[in-house]
T-cell receptor, first 115, second 118 residues
Framework: GAVVSQHPSWVICKSGTSVKIECRSLDFQATTMFWYRQFPKQSLMLMATSNEGSKATYEQGVEKDKFLINHASLTLSTLTVTSAHPEDSSFYIC???????????FGPGTRLTVT | AQTVTQSQPEMSVQEAETVTLSCTYDTSESDYYLFWYKQPPSRQMILVIRQEAYKQQNATENRFSVNFQKAAKSFSLKISDSQLGDAAMYFCAYRSARGGGSQGNLIFGKGTKLSVKP
């Protein structure tokens, strides 16, 4: 089946620094990638949708200057949390879709802790 | 806007028994997809089952089956012969059939935590 990886699986950073999370589709080309955020014991909240080669579409309330998304190739999307603060601590999940169909394949997630 | 509602925050089932998780949704669209995802403690999202709205036949995947009632906008998941490994958070999700891009995103319910008692 389709495999999506995320790196790192967990990261601890200091307040004010930036951290980059990678999402890769390993055995298919992902036309569209999605980034979700999940707080403990809550559901997944869509942050943004990115299509290869174009700017990401952010959901209402998500700061695009804080959560930079790049989808430079058909197998890689990155989420950069800039000037991270403790309130940005969360579980970030990406998913990728080959397009044309309706499947989204999820990565294993990245736990971010900002101290 | 579409919404997905899971009214059962927690459910419990005895091993080998059957349990049904409820999900209702609201949409004005006629063509869409519905999904059940499982999120175990590892937090990896796993697709359990999917249903195309244009299909009248309920989807089935081994011990997992759905009861899709389009008019009632209901999409429940039945787990038969429950196993300890079924313990997880279960999320119901909706996706428009209108295509990719931002319209292709999943809308999730709040989830139901399923416990399986040995």
């Amino acid at each position: 089946g389709a495999v999506v990886s995320q790196h790192p699986s967990w990261v601890i950073c200091k307040s004010g620094t930036s951290v980059k999370i990678e999402c890769r589709s390993l055995d298919f080309q992902a036309t569209t990638m999605f980034w979700y955020r999940q707080f403990p014991k809550q559901s997944l909240m869509l942050m943004a949708t990115s299509n290869e080669g174009s700017k990401a579409t952010y959901e209402q309330g998500v700061e695009k200057d804080k959560f930079l998304i790049n989808h430079a190739s058909l197998t890689l999307s990155t989420l950069t949390v800039t000037s991270a603060h403790p309130e940005d601590s969360s579980f970030y999940i990406c998913s990728a879709s080959p397009g044309g169909g309706y499947e989204q394949y999820f990565g294993p997630g990245t736990r971010l802790t900002v101290t | 806007a579409q919404t997905v509602t899971q009214s059962q925050p927690e459910m419990s089932v005895q091993e080998a028994e059957t349990v049904t998780l409820s999900c209702t949704y609201d949409t004005s669209e006629s063509d869409y997809y519905l999904f059940w995802y499982k999120q175990p403690p590892s937090r990896q999202m796993i697709l359990v089952i999917r249903q195309e709205a244009y299909k009248q036949q309920n989807a089935t995947e081994n011990r997992f089956s759905v009861n899709f009632q389009k008019a009632a906008k209901s999409f429940s998941l039945k787990i038969s012969d429950s196993q300890l490994g079924d313990a997880a958070m279960y999320f119901c999700a909706y996706r428009s059939a209108r295509g990719g891009g931002s319209q292709g995103n999943l809308i999730f319910g709040k989830g139901t935590k399923l416990s399986v008692k040995p």
